[in-house]
């Protein structure tokens, strides 16, 4: 049996159900395609065991109902090793370095670590930043044999990219029914501490500077939006300044806290309404959301902000771009309008270019 070992980044995120999803779908691509699956995140080996045993003790919960709690293994997110108390809480770690492929959703694991495994491909999540970061020495990345990138372009001479999508594990999302009083949603970040430097000048790359040009679009349609972030630490009044907007604001700490809840509040959703951060949109990435492939495999249409040609992403079926507020609230009204339609077309368009079996099966036979 291949064993496929799974970089992820879910153990100081415990909160945050739709993050995991990321590498849950991955995850559990691999093992549809017959493969043992081992899960591994990174710990600063500064970390109390304390610490890292409560954290550990989240993640399994969150994990146990797709049967990967016992497939967690810890490393060093250094090159200095594990507090021993902590090893002694992933005792199987070297489990992990004996696997057939390493699929690295990470990026920025130190060499030491990533080095160990016999095979290993860099999945890009985030096309055109991650290269910028690499570019910049903001992040580190080890060597990979192989580099996949999930945007419509690349944005590095120095490697080969090869292309994927992002994926669903279809059958962990079923279409159900749902009220055409539900609202469009998103689940996102707000503020971010992102910037870019581009022409001797610094931008801020957050979601809310990617909303803020739509600020005023409930209040041009008919459809109810609603965004589930997380603003407890909220100085600038932000949930005023979009409540004052129409939008509706849920705490995403609380709706998607778990893999569960995010998985909930999406199937109770009419369909995902997106913006990008303005860094995919400028450089015409081709970006497509992991948290959109959930919406559309739910049967859930997504209107989204458009982040250039992207030859897997149908117009009209499924998803609905936009680039101006105008465009989003036509998107929206003609989404609802015919929703029967957008919902079956969203759901095939994750089975026929999403499918979490395919899209790692795909993966693999360039990696094992």
Known sequence: ?????????????????????????????????????????GVPPVTPA???????KTLRANLEPF?????????????????PAVEELSPDAERAYEADAFLDLVYDL?????????????????????ETWMASGDIQVADHDVYFTIGAQTFDGDRDWLRCTP?????????????????????????????????GEILRNDKRTGFLPFLEVPKQTRQSLELALDLQDDPDDQ?????????????????????????????????EFGCCKPFYVRHQTGWISDRTVCYLAAGRP???????????????????????????????????????????AARALAEDRFDARKVVGKVLEQVV
């Open 1 to 41: 049996m291949t064993t496929v070992c799974i970089g992820a980044n879910c153990l100081y995120g415990p909160r945050l159900g739709g993050h995991a999803w990321v590498y849950i779908n991955w995850a559990l691509g691999a093992r549809s395609n017959g493969c043992e699956v081992l899960w591994l995140e």
């Open 167 to 199: 994926c669903v594990a279809l059958d962990q999302w079923t279409v159900s029914d749902v009220s055409h009083d539900s609202p469009f949603t998103a689940v996102t970040g707000w503020y971010g501490n992102e910037w870019i430097e581009e022409g």
């Open 67 to 83: 049967g990967l709690a016992d497939s967690i293994v810890l490393c060093p997110w250094s090159d200095e090793p594990l507090l």
């Open 50 to 56: 304390e610490e890292v045993a409560r954290l550990l």
């Open 239 to 271: 949930r005023t300044l979009l409540s004052d907007s129409g939008w509706r604001v849920v705490d995403a700490t609380e709706v998607t806290a778990t893999p569960d809840d995010y998985r909930r509040y999406v199937s109770s959703s009419l369909g």
């Open 302 to 344: 997504a209107v989204v902000q458009d982040a250039g040609p992207n030859p897997v992403l149908e117009e009209g079926r499924g998803v609905l771009r936009f680039s101006t507020p105008e465009e989003a609230v036509a998107c929206l009204d003609k989404c609802a309008a015919d929703y029967a339609d957008y919902s079956r």
């Open 110 to 130: 130190p060499a030491s670590v990533v080095s160990r495994f016999r095979r290993r491909a860099l999945i890009n999540i985030d096309p055109g930043l991650l």
